[in-house]
């Protein structure tokens, strides 16, 4: 057994780094004299890992048992982490103390497992330290880049160092360095521009390796060109990228999504549904982010409306509501409680979309994605009082819940500035105050306060004329201004607030920008020439002026001149007929217009006036009128209906 070793330790002194084939065949000969040589099967996992058989290797070194183990941490980490078994690989590589190998295994465990922050800290921590070889420099600045750029994604751009990415000469980085700006809304295209020219002129590629990675940089240009929609562009670049040739299944779906997405309208949703759905399923080591995968997701619910399938949708979304938990601020959780209520409406809007959500808030109260859905076609109807009274139902249940958690989703910027919003457009500044002074309070006692919030609270409470708001601004801008002196808007606001109350912050100001550098380019005389615009009265304010209206004494109404109603030819010299307010037909003038007519009114006069003569039925005295009978009914029909006698 010594003879073999001492073999071994020749073979290892003469091996170069390119043979690691034979160092494996040598170390296969040593464990048929020893089987359990903790050396030979260190020796062996080490070749097995520098020829890529990651499960090999993970293999030699769980069958070596505790000693090899022991002896080989960090191989063992790194196998581990190739392998995809991230957290177990995470532990380990903790666990190793003063090891710049096992830094870097823990920090790559921790990207993929999509702890970012961990992973930048790590990074920063390699980057102060002295480097062991003369790439790893390199290697720190691609993968810190890569971290930066996935905080971005995720959110969390304040924890990136470098606030604004530097131009960067190697691809890796520039890469990396357009990511971060794309995850930060900059969608200039300078970066992605010049990264095919840095590609092909990278001498650490060979021309395959250049092929792949210039295909993810047009899948980019497409979500770039998608964003500033320029669709026409984004579906030409879009047809110009043949799928088959991208080598990882992650990066297909990834083009296929965008490619899709760049198209102006989709005239044929089911085939679209149908490209989506029949993409290659991806292998655990190539996963998608999580960003990724969720946005995926999404699309792939709108595909499935698109192609009329409420029902499915419905399903599959409830199914994942009921598996997370609610409320949360996940934006991609509450895409899917979006996408559920748009089933139930069947892609409609106005008053049936509303009929069809509404029962659903009942059911789920905390659902923050269906509230501000609710809220937002209130805002389209112009109903902004039955958007605000949703919000602060919601926010109602949000504030009464005891639930760990809940009140960190009360007090979300986002949530808060809608109210605030909301508040401003119905002129309701006092419940704007009181909102503002709440959401301080409640972060101003946290590990992570958010700063964006205390910093729009403080400005907020520095407009209220109530002592205890100017107290509270004071104490949230001495904060901001401890934790960041260099912030110019926390200093301002410092200043700002203890202006009145304390001569000391006069050395605070001298470092913000002077008054006068600030208004060098305004003209003051064409502003007073041009006025002051007047804003727009809100619904509020004009019910105001109008009861403001109705408390002042009304005037005395002016009495009106009615006009003259006399015909056009009156003549004042002329008596009035006395007959002018009978009936038409009733005056002595009147005659029957035709034969007929005269006929039946000379035929028709039962209680008509004779003058003189006496009456048929005798006389009533001398000058006295008789009343002339007329026929008896039917008497002339009896006449004419007669028969004639047969002769």
Known sequence: MANVAQSLDKLLQRASIDDHEEILKACNASLKQSRKDPNVLHTKAVALLKLDRYEDALRVLEEGGGAVKTGALLETSYALYKNGQLSESRDIANGILDDRGARHVEAQASYRLEDFERSALLYQELSRTQAAIDTEANDIRINSGAAEAQLAWNSQGHLIQRKKPTREDLFETAYNAACASLAQGDLDQAELIRLPDLCNASGDLSDEEKVAELLPIQVQRVYVLSRLGKLADAEGLAAEIILENIPDASTQLIAQNNSLSAQAEIKNPYMAHRLLQNMESIPEKDRLFTFQSARIEENALVLDLLALKYGGVIESTARKLTNESLPSISSHLNHIS?????????????????????????????????????????????????????????????????????????????????????????????????????????????????????????????????????????????????????????????????????????????????????????????????????????????????????????????????????????????????????????????????????????????????????????????????????????AANKAKNKKKPKK
């Open 338 to 634: 979006v996408l559920n209520a748009t089933a139930h409406a069947q892609y409609r809007l106005g008053k049936f979309g509303l009929k069809q959500i509404l029962p659903l808030l009942k059911k789920r109260p905390l659902d923050v994605g269906l509230a501000m859905l609710v809220v937002q076609l209130y805002i389209l109807t112009d109903n902004h009082g039955s958007a605000a009274t949703v919000l602060e139902t919601l926010l109602k249940h949000l504030e009464s819940s005891e639930v760990v958690g809940h009140q960190d989703v009360r007090y979300a910027p986002g949530l808060v500035a809608t109210v605030v919003s909301l508040y401003k457009l119905q002129g309701r500044k006092s419940q704007i105050t009181k909102e503002l002074a709440k959401a301080a309070s409640y972060w101003r006692h946290k590990s992570k306060p958010q700063r964006s919030l205390l910093t729009a609270a403080g400005l907020g409470l520095l407009e209220s004329n109530a002592s205890e708001d100017q107290a509270s601004a004071r104490e949230i801008f001495a904060a901001l201004h401890q934790q960041d002196p260099g912030s110019k808007v926390a200093t301002a606001g410092y200043v700002a607030a203890h202006a009145l109350s304390s001569q000391s912050v006069a050395e605070e100001a001298k470092s913000l920008t002077p008054v006068s550098r600030l208004i060098a380019g305004i003209d003051v005389a064409a502003l007073e020439e041009a006025g002051v615009l007047q804003p727009r009265m809100n619904a509020n304010a004009q019910a105001a002026s109008r009861k403001r209206a109705l408390d002042e004494k009304p005037k005395p109404a002016k009495k009106r001149v009615r006009k003259s109603r006399l015909p056009k030819d009156y003549d004042p010299n002329k008596a009035p007929d006395p007959e002018r307010w009978l009936p038409l037909k009733e005056r002595s003038s009147y005659r029957p217009k035709g034969k007929k007519g005269r006929q039946k009114a000379a035929g028709l006069t039962q209680g008509g006036v004779e003058k003189g003569g006496d009456s048929a039925a005798g006389t009533s005295g001398k000058g006295t009128e008789g009343v002339v009978k007329g026929p008896a009914p039917g």
